[in-house]
């Protein structure tokens, strides 16, 4: 969701050219292709389809692989940097890991 909610902002040199509908469109297609991993992710890894995870537990992992994405494309694309505070907000996620699956 990351390339379709912030893409366009980070390649705005190659797509200003598009108006915002076509930029919308653009948006919704790359975020149907990502959901159409996600969702069948989500159905084989909940335990009321017979996988392994809770709901709180796919939740969790979702948030947490979101924003890794999100810091790499922050670095990567939009060329900021990481500072302290960000690191305190990682190991806060790594203690709502810790809490979530724990039995």
Same mark, same amino acid.
């Given at each position: /969701? *990351?390339?379709?909610?912030?893409?366009?902002? +980070?390649? !705005? @040199?190659?797509?200003?050219?598009?108006?915002?509908? +076509?930029?919308?469109?653009? @948006?919704?297609? #790359? +975020?149907?292709?990502?959901?159409?991993?996600? #969702?069948?992710?989500?159905?084989?890894? @909940?335990?009321? /389809?017979?996988?392994p &995870? *809770?709901?709180? $537990?796919? !939740?969790?992992?979702?948030?947490v692989? @979101?924003? #890794?994405v999100?810091t790499l494309? /922050?670095?990567?694309? /939009? $060329?900021e =940097?990481? !500072?302290?505070? $960000? &690191?305190? =907000?990682?190991?806060?996620?790594?203690?709502a890991?810790y &809490?979530?699956?724990?039995?």
């Open positions: /969701m *990351t390339l379709a909610w912030y893409g366009h902002i +980070a390649f !705005k @040199s190659r797509l200003e050219r598009y108006g915002i509908i +076509a930029i919308i469109l653009i @948006s919704w297609a #790359v +975020a149907l292709f990502e959901y159409c991993f996600q #969702v069948p992710a989500n159905r084989i890894g @909940s335990e009321a /389809m017979g996988g &995870f *809770t709901l709180w $537990h796919l !939740k969790v992992i979702q948030e692989v @979101s924003l #890794v999100f494309f /922050m670095v990567i694309f /939009m $060329h =940097g990481l !500072k302290w505070n $960000h &690191f305190v =907000g990682f190991a806060c996620l790594v203690l890991v &809490f979530i699956f724990k039995k």
